[in-house]
């Protein structure tokens, strides 16, 4: 196996066709077809299951994909170390995350690491804790932020703490209420976002035994609020995700205190490209004196 035959793996998996990977790296489909077939003859399993979608990743296929990963974003970082040494200073890197992330953080990320790294591209995906997690493991991105509670092992390095709070609409608890207890929220009506975007809030209802009676179920942060500003029910949500939230509903912190930890994870830290690593710190001291004005807020 070559260098060559891992990235058109790793192409094909990114694009979910041969005949795409074959018309980005420029080469002749029966070439992509032959690499492919030389792979999986060495190895001895198939490594993609075609389908009239497009292909997947056999078994054996997911068993290599993370060794073959690293491999593809250690060839990476060479070409951008060497990049760096020449003065070239040239880079890309790949960010994943989830909503509350993407409104509330990376657009200042974004402007500000321009301003210091102009020749280094930024490219964005948003999706749940689950698309982010699956983005690192098969190349996607280089470094996605998530909860710790669904980074699924990967390496994670903590940014902070968001605390869990609760949405209800203006008027709907009594005016001495000053934080929302488990109590408080039996029997209550609830607005839920999809396991996969909403882990923390689950492990939370788990753990009080809540019964979640759901009128409404959202896949984003904007449009669970929506709901509870038309009366559907309550919101559990992290404070993160609190942009703006409309007049007509209260936000109250919940008793006793609950948090998600909020990282960065990546496949691996040892093959970071520099400009991965150079993103990384800089989203490090972003979140930091971020936090530090959100606390003076308060």
Request: glycine fraction near 6%.
């Amino acid at each position: 196996m070559t260098l060559l035959s891992f990235e058109i793996f790793q192409t094909i998996l990114e694009q979910g066709s041969f005949a795409k990977a074959a018309q980005i790296l420029h080469l002749t489909p029966s070439a992509i077809s032959h690499s492919i077939s030389s792979m999986e003859e060495e190895i001895g399993f198939p490594l993609f299951i075609r389908g009239k979608n497009g292909v997947r990743l056999s078994s054996a296929g997911e068993q290599v994909n993370p060794y073959i990963q690293k491999i593809v974003s250690a060839e990476d970082a060479l070409n951008q170390a060497v990049a760096q040494m020449k003065g070239l200073g040239a880079g890309k890197v790949s960010i994943g995350c989830i909503n509350s992330v993407c409104l509330a953080w990376i657009p200042d990320i974004i402007r500000s690491f321009g301003e210091e790294h102009p020749q280094i591209t930024v490219e964005i995906y948003q999706g749940s804790y689950s698309d982010v997690v699956e983005w690192v493991r098969n190349g996607t991105i280089d470094l996605g932020i998530v909860s710790e509670a669904a980074s699924d092992s990967l390496p994670f390095t903590e940014l902070t703490e968001d605390d869990l709070v609760a949405v209800v609409p203006r008027g709907y608890m009594p005016k001495s209420t000053k934080m929302i207890t488990p109590e408080d929220l039996k029997d209550q009506p609830f607005v839920i976002q999809q396991d996969s975007c909403d882990i923390d809030i689950i492990k939370y209802l788990d753990e009080y035994h809540l019964q979640v009676r759901a009128n409404c179920h959202i896949l984003d942060d904007q449009s669970a609020i929506a709901m509870v500003e038309a009366r559907t029910g309550l919101l559990l949500m992290p404070r993160l995700g609190l942009i703006n939230p409309p007049k007509d509903v209260e936000i109250y912190p919940l008793y006793p205190r609950h948090y998600r930890k909020l990282g960065i994870i990546t496949l691996s830290d040892d093959f970071m490209s520099p400009a991965a690593t150079e993103m990384a710190s800089h989203i490090r001291n972003f979140v930091a004196e971020y936090m530090k004005k959100d606390e003076k807020k308060r």
